[in-house]
């Protein structure tokens, strides 16, 4: 977490130092900056309803058990003190009579096999649903942390190729007009790429139910996976220039920014698995009962709107 | 440069393999038929080392037309539970696909702090790809195994290095490189040395300093005026990446209290390191019509390295340089392991 803090409070000073030095407008800036705020930070359980759910049909079973106990103990027939020898006529079968001892027997089993199992069960169901939900909101965790750490690292890369370029233009005057093209590819896909970072952070922080919101999640997806695309369009850029691509500090930003792609891939993919197991265990028996019950509702695909409403291409099938 | 060869014979080699199997399986799996049996047993071999001495279970996949190659690098340390054996968790996966011409290194989340992203790409972009590109897949993985020893080395100078107990699995850290071009690298690189004193007036010592510059400025070119004629033509055979150049820059940075010592003909000198900088082999330089030289061919003759990277010589190596090294006692294995002075 303290790396994260660092690595946050290093990009909004890399930020100020490119607007300062007009690398970036003041508008670019802003973007950059509202990218790095919003929607940080792990998940808030509560948000999603995970810690609303009080426990309320674990009580309930609860009460149920005991009851139960407090009735076998209680309804038991008595067999007498210590000192008599037990009289069993009254709980014995007579001919054309059911004794009592036999009665009470029928009545707890049927009050174990009809109410307490039940209940039981559908406590069990219940456990079961509330740690599947913790594993997606864990999951999402993972996804939202490696959205900050790219939101983070995007500042780095802009200011290393806007800051490069500015050298080149500064220095090799004779070459500018050839290069001016390549300097308005740059902030176009600075712009592109501030725009976008924008439009994730805000779908990161707008809504407050967003793992239980599709349409959003899908948005989200889009503007993430638009993002990627933007920072390949300003790595392209780069191409172009050979001392700057195959330099050591380039490789290295460039080797932080695709292993957080990756990762955000590989905690989408993650993320998505879990919300199938969820969503499947809610909707199966006793699941569905024990959902309805606790208010749990069913979570979003972290994906492309492929229109077949199911879990996409899985690590671990 | 180093060469990558384990000390002993063949069958030492078996016997080592034999010792430390443990009937676990293989951590090299060569599905796309890349290595000879002997290269599979070197890397194998290697490894194990690796899991002994680091406790790093390292393992090595390579295939044909796979899918993605960060998805399928993911599905092998899944399915192969890459860090299993080792006790901490920590799990590396290098996974080549011949007909991509791609390579990943998947590192787990025991290992992410030690070799980040960033390293990964280093060591594969710098070091393992130009042997890639010359289709010595098995060399470019041993070179880069020996920079992850370097890694782990100093990593297991900080004391929390054994404490942290991790689950073996991966997040996705690491870094995927294509194998066609070596971007940033050329093998043979037009001299652009500049020294400051000429050839005939310089020092042994003042050579050790060239050389050690070229390799900071990477400059891998056999045609300087530092090496003897036969060691310009032995370095026009090999490869020398950009990572190895930083690795000897680095490893002699840490050097200190050189002593130089002359032959009694004084034609030929060594500088040698104290005995306890295990990784500061000593350098040879014989005077020629060009000034002293390094004669690179005699070190690459006479000096081996260990699996932790510390020297040694090799017995079966006959050269002119052993008046430098009579006061020191060798083990049987070549390492010098005191001075007879301390006797």
Sequence with gaps: ?317 | MREFRLPGSAGLLMVLLAACNGGEGPLVRDGAGLFTEQQRQQLEVHHRFLLLDHDIDYRVVTTRGGNDIDLAALEHFEALSAGARSSRGRGLLLLFDGERQEVRLEVGYALEGTFPDAFVAYVEQRQMVPFFVENRISDGILASTELIVERAQRASENASWDDEIWLAGSGGAGASASTRTAPGFTTRPASSTHNPVSASARSPKDVVAAYLDAMRRRDNSPELDIYTPESRSMMREWLITPAQMDQVARTYAGCSREELRYSHSSDSAVIRYPIAQRQCAPWFLIRGDEGWQLDLTMQQKAIRFGRNNAWRFDFSSDHPYGFAFEDWVLDGNGFPIRSRDED
Excluded at chain 1, 62 to 82: K, N, Q, T
Excluded at chain 1, 214 to 243: N, W
Excluded at chain 1, 305 to 313: H, N, P, Q, T
């Design chain 1, 1 to 317: 977490m303290a790396e994260e803090q660092v690595r946050g409070t290093d990009a909004q000073s890399r930020i100020e130092r490119m607007e300062q030095s007009g690398l970036i407008s003041r508008q670019q800036a802003d973007r950059l900056r509202a990218g790095l705020t919003a929607g940080a930070g792990e998940p808030d359980p509560s948000r999603y309803g995970a810690t609303r759910r009080s426990m309320p049909l674990i009580a309930a079973t609860a009460v149920v058990v005991l009851v139960f106990v407090l009735y076998v103990f209680f309804a038991m027939p008595p067999g007498g003190g210590p000192e008599v020898v037990q009289d069993v006529s009254s709980s014995l079968n007579q001919p054309e009579t059911v004794g009592a001892m036999n009665k009470f027997l029928s009545l707890s089993i049927a009050i174990f096999v009809l109410v307490v199992v039940p209940a039981i069960i559908l406590a069990a169901s219940y456990n079961s649903l509330v740690n599947k939900e913790e594993a997606v909101l864990t999951n999402w965790g993972q996804v939202e942390s490696q959205f900050q750490r790219r939101a983070d690292l995007i500042p780095a890369l802009v200011e290393s190729v806007t800051r490069y370029l500015g050298h080149e233009r500064e220095t090799l005057t004779e070459i500018t007009a050839r290069r001016q093209p390549d300097l308005d590819r740059l902030a176009e896909a600075v712009d592109r790429l501030a725009a976008g970072q924008q439009q994730v952070a805000e779908a990161r922080g707008e809504d407050e139910s967003l793992i239980e919101d599709q349409e959003a999640l899908t948005r989200l997806f889009a503007g993430s996976a638009a993002v990627g695309k933007d920072i390949e369009g300003l790595l392209a850029v780069v191409e172009d220039y050979p001392d700057l691509a195959s330099s050591d500090q380039f490789l290295e930003l460039q080797a932080q920014l695709e292993g957080t792609e990756n990762r955000i891939n590989v905690a989408r993919l993650r993320f998505n698995q879990a919300v199938g197991e969820f969503n499947s265990a809610m909707r199966r028996i006793p699941g569905n009962l024990a959902a309805g019950l606790g208010g749990f509702r069913r979570k979003a695909y972290f994906k492309a709107d492929d229109g077949s409403g199911e879990a996409d291409e899985s690590l671990f099938e």
